[in-house]
């Protein structure tokens, strides 16, 4: 692919889900083409269909997720770099479920780009779990528990920002090591 064709296809793929994560269905491809500074063909010429563009987004927003959580996984401080990445799930969570309610069911790419992240997430619980700043019962089942609730709370009803932010601070503070004794 030439380097402006990826250039665009990057540029639509960012502006399809700042459209689509906020307007759901009703968001249009038209929309996504005049946010990325590109003609509507341009648009079907590497999408052909919503449901594909839709599909290549969430591809994308899962990519992103996996290189912050191998970051997280190789960071010096892994504890703060796993808090920096449940907070960015968190706030980028309401617009991956909604990108995903607009699929109905998972295609096996992002079925995939799922459980890669999450398996990635894993290994940086278990490297602050080793650094000893993170309870030793809590396992990746219990994080992405309280992730999926929390964005699903703030993904049906808008919340204030610091209310948010104070929120995940209650549930990064539950994960703190404690001591058995």
């Known amino acids: 692919m030439r380097q402006d064709a990826r250039e665009n296809r990057e540029r639509i793929l960012a502006a ?15 929309e996504v083409a005049r946010l990325a500074g590109v003609g509507v063909a341009t648009v079907f010429r590497h999408f052909p ?8 987004t969430l591809v994308r927003h899962f990519a992103g997720l996996l290189e912050r959580a191998r970051a997280a996984a190789d960071a010096a401080d892994p504890t703060e770099a796993l808090s920096a990445l449940i907070r960015a799930m968190i706030e ?7 990108l995903a309610s607009m699929l ?11 459980g890669e992240v999450k398996a990635e997430v894993d290994v940086a619980l278990r490297r602050a779990q080793a650094a000893g700043t993170i309870r030793p019962d809590v396992g990746v089942e ?3 528990l309280l992730i999926r609730g929390l964005t699903q709370t703030t993904a049906a009803t808008p919340v ?14 539950g994960f703190g090591h404690r001591p058995r004794g």
Not at 92 to 98: A, S
Not at 104 to 114: E, I, K
């Open 16 to 30: 399809a889900e700042r459209v689509f994560g906020a307007q759901g269905e009703a968001g249009s491809t038209e």
């Open 49 to 56: 269909v919503k449901e594909a563009l839709v599909e290549a």
């Open 92 to 98: 980028r969570g309401g617009t991956k479920l909604t």
């Open 104 to 114: 109905g069911a998972a295609p096996p790419a992002l079925v995939a780009a799922a």
């Open 142 to 144: 219990e994080l992405y």
């Open 160 to 173: 204030d920002p610091a209310v948010l932010d104070r929120a995940i601070g209650v549930i990064l503070a």
